[in-house]
């Protein structure tokens, strides 16, 4: 899932807030701000690409454009949706949130926060309601995939063992090759590939730390079973090779 930070210890400055009306002059808008953040919530089913990720826009999702980011809007007809542009300080802790999620319950809640913004005569008061939808932004609890991208989680934790294509997964999910990479990337912000890639070395470094298996039964049980292949990743994506990686696992549990 693609993510951005926040800084969330000062308020933002809130430069513009209101109401957006796209879609009935063209069925595409590009554009960039340089120094502002973007925030939306839709209330219509469209595209959104952020630098080059696309994410799929629904009735009641919200998005988070970082500043200086190209964003591309596909529209279906008539779009309509509640904004606000803000900058944000540089400092203090960072808060990982999604560029796109669904607002769930809270959804009235942050619309009737945009509205506020939107509504306000006080540039203070705009900020402080921008904040706060902020906080709450970061604060929801994180979504979990549904649907085809679910089940294509799934088959790849089933099936880290053995030889994994991105062909075979969408098969077993009832999709194309094309289909699936689209969705997957649009849910989880990276490729299936890199997913199962991660995934194998995570399950790698778990074994190595805590278990007493030999190194290549570590390697076949995570579908890597050339040796010489499982070392280079390992020394890759871990930082170690799979002896240093064991001996660092033993060392913090003695």
């Known amino acids: 899932m693609q993510r951005v930070r926040l800084n969330l210890d000062a308020p933002p ?4 807030a209101g109401v957006g009306l796209h879609g009935r002059t063209g069925a595409e808008d590009v554009f960039r701000l340089p120094d502002l953040w973007q ?7 469209a595209d959104l690409d952020v630098g080059g990720t696309r994410h799929a826009i629904r009735p009641g999702r919200v998005s988070l454009i970082p500043p200086d980011t190209e964003a591309r809007f596909r529209y279906r007809g008539p779009s309509e949706h509640l904004y606000a542009h803000f900058r944000l300080g ?3 802790a960072a808060h990982a949130v999604p560029v796109m999620r669904d607002a769930g319950p809270d959804r009235p809640r942050i619309a009737e926060a945009l509205r506020r913004t939107v509504a306000s005569p006080s540039t203070a008061r705009a900020d402080a309601e921008v904040w706060t939808l902020l906080w709450r932004l970061a604060e929801l609890p994180p979504e979990e995939p549904a649907g085809p991208v679910a089940d294509a989680l799934a088959y790849v934790e089933a099936n880290l063992p ?3 294509a991105v062909p075979d997964i969408a098969a077993a999910v009832g999709l194309s090759h094309n289909h699936l ?4 990337r649009a849910a989880t912000g990276t490729t299936v590939v890199a997913h ?4 194998r070395l995570e399950r790698a470094r778990h074994l190595l730390s805590e278990s007493t298996l030999s190194i290549a039964a570590v390697a076949a049980a995570v579908g890597v079973p050339d040796l ?4 280079k990743a390992c020394r890759r994506e871990l930082g170690a090779a799979p002896r240093e990686i064991r001996a660092a696992g033993r060392g913090s549990t003695g």
């Open 90 to 92: 540089g400092t203090g």
């Open 13 to 16: 400055r809130t430069v513009q």
């Open 162 to 164: 053995r030889p994994l």
């Open 196 to 199: 199962i890639r991660r995934r």
């Open 228 to 231: 010489q292949a499982f070392n």
């Open 39 to 45: 925030l939306h919530l839709y209330d219509y089913e």
């Open 181 to 184: 990479t689209r969705l997957f």
